[in-house]
């Protein structure tokens, strides 16, 4: 049963801007806090931005502050990472995760989508 799901990826120009959604169900849902890693080829999985379906606040990585919004739109369970002024550096796989609280720790997430490519071109 697929618990989270990412979209909105796709290839994009230096400077552009892209919104991924992560859709959220089942047991996925139940956990409070839906956050946005990626990882670049050869580099570890990195923290982008989290939040709580139970409250508004949002945690941002300080590598995408700025250039980076997460929301979340209660009614159709799903989060999203609103993406500007992208570089190529900013390419990547792009996954939502669901855990208990909010935090920038992988291991804190028990739930994960698939991933969505994102690859930005100079």
């Known amino acids: 049963q697929v618990q989270l799901v990412e979209s909105g990826g796709g290839l994009v120009q230096a400077g552009g801007s892209l919104r991924l959604s992560c859709a959220a169900s089942?047991?996925?849902?139940?956990?409070?806090?839906i956050a946005w890693f990626r990882r670049a080829p050869g580099k570890e999985r990195e923290f982008l931005a989290a939040i709580r379906w139970s409250g508004s606040t949002t945690y941002y990585a300080n590598s995408v502050k700025g250039r980076v919004t997460i929301s979340r739109d209660i009614p159709k369970n799903t989060v999203y990472l609103q993406m500007s002024s992208l570089k190529p550096e900013d390419t990547a796989v792009y996954y939502c995760?669901?855990?208990?609280?909010?935090?920038?720790?992988?291991?804190?997430?028990?739930?994960w989508g698939q991933g969505t490519q994102v690859t930005v071109s100079s």
């Open positions: 089942g047991r996925a849902r139940s956990r409070d806090a």
């Open positions: 995760a669901a855990g208990f609280l909010a935090r920038v720790w992988p291991d804190e997430y028990d739930y």
